[in-house]
């Protein structure tokens, strides 16, 4: 056996963590901004925690709430200036994945002066801000991963920047900020953290130290499935195994990375604005067939999830998430291209060649 495990985040789980986190905030210097989405942190409890928390112990704090889904570059930069403009010593990231990947992006860009393409390369000259992420989806587990995922519109996709440098110093995670959710982001999250533990496993990066987090989480998941598939909003139980699965999921792509299934849906949320997690979703059923054609363990995946076979898995999706989205021609030929150039491919195993995504695609999406 041989492998990297790196999982540097000092994650605090629980009801109320962040009123308690006083000291934890002091840690990190005495200034932060504070960046969120425009809304959902006034809604569920998590701004309000947060500023108290920073006023028990002295930090000063300006906010930044102007942070957009799958926000884009310009929307990081704009940030990073204000971040620059108070001299922030730290960044707090509040939100789904949007604002925490946006917190990661201004930490890099407050500290360094630079272009697009260096923002994007993972290397950089002075080492980006601490960095505490407060999650209130879940979902993305961006709160215990290197990634910053942002939209890129000179390249008319999302991309990714990947850096050991951008992992959160410390995530503060508290189940009860999702029970605002609606069922629709409740079952898209929730998808997308399940994405997260399948495709860490079938990735070329898997490691024997993540499967024992990836399987938990998805037996967690699944569990969740009775309730979502009928569309129900989760008890604060099944809230509290949701949070912790994706935060689980979220160590192993922290190590393993994603694959061809963020790949495809990523300029499904560029082109179309389909909802992160509900891309992977409307894609996983294909990719898992096109697996198993290859006979590469889907079986053991399935069977942790409660289904015998991969249609039973598609059936389960269908019910989470009802009518597909119908793709045109071009727009199949336009998204098979943009797969290709996606460095998740390659990290997929086996690796699918041009035609497989398009299968892959085609399938997902049936005229
Ligand atoms: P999101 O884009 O952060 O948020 C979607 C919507 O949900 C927003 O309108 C937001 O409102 C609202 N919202 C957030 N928390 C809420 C709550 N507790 N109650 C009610 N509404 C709430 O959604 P997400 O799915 O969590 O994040 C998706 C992003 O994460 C994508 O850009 C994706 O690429 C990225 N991602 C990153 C990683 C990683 O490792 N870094 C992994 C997977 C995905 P406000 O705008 O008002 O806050
Ligand atoms: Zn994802």
Redesign the pocket.
Known sequence: MEFTYYMPVRVIFGKGVVTKSAAEFKRLGSRALVV??????D??GSMADTAKALEECGISYKRYGEIK??PDVENVRDAAARARSIGADFIIGI?????L?AAKAVAILAANDIDDETLFSGTYTSRPLPVAAIP??A????EV?P???LTRRSIRN?KSIGSPLIFPVMALIDPA??Y??GIN?TI??AI?ALSHAVESCLSVRSTPAIKPAAYESMRLIAGTFNTLRRHELPSSSERESLMYASMLA?TC?AQAGTTVVHAIGYPLTYYRNVD??RANGLVMHGFLKFLERRSTGVQELLEIMGMGSTDEFGTAMNDLLGARETLSEDEIKLFTDTVLTSKNVANTLPQPSRQDIEEIIRFSFPG
Request: proline share 5%; charged share 10%; glycine share 20%.
């Open positions: 969120t989405g425009r809304n959902s942190a809604v569920n889904p799958n939100g789904g994945g949007s604002p990947d209130t989806t979902g993305t587990g961006s991963t990634y910053s995922i999302k900020y999702t605002t959710l982001s898209n999250t997308d979220g792509i992160h997690g």
